[in-house]
């Protein structure tokens, strides 16, 4: 499976972004997607999931109230709403996948990874 994430660039602090997140097979087959993000010199960290059977979502607590997850399995797309964007939510994007499994929140339970995109903040 390829993802390709896009939608990142520069924002203003207060502003809002989508990003979105392209598979290259269908989403239905993906257990869960997520979003994750990696600020420089700092660890990969869990931003958002959405399970396809349920429809369930997951946030980072830090993130729940300004960050929207969804999911569009007729387009094979996962898309990230960001609002309310501060210069801490600066960093890399990473779109992820992974077909069976349990857990959402670490990386290393996904299987598939996008290449990122950056998003900055400016105050």
């Known amino acids: 499976v390829q993802l390709q994430a896009s939608g990142g660039g520069l924002v203003q602090a207060g502003g809002s972004l989508r990003l979105s997140c392209a598979a290259s097979?269908?989403?239905?087959?993906?257990?869960?997607m997520g979003w994750f993000r990696q600020a420089p010199g700092k660890e990969r960290e869990f931003v958002a999931a959405?399970?396809?059977?349920?429809?369930?979502?997951y946030y980072a607590d830090s993130l729940k109230g300004r960050f929207t997850i969804s999911r569009d399995n007729a387009k094979n797309t996962v898309d990230l709403e960001m609002n309310s964007l501060t210069p801490d939510d600066t960093a890399v994007y990473y779109c992820?996948?992974?077909?069976?499994?349990?857990?959402?929140?670490?990386?290393?339970?996904?299987?598939?990874w996008g290449r990122g995109t950056l998003v900055t903040v400016s105050s």
């Open positions: 097979e269908p989403t239905f087959s993906l257990n869960v």
């Open positions: 992820a996948a992974r077909r069976s499994g349990s857990g959402y929140r670490s990386p290393s339970q996904y299987n598939y």
């Open positions: 959405i399970s396809r059977i349920s429809g369930t979502t």
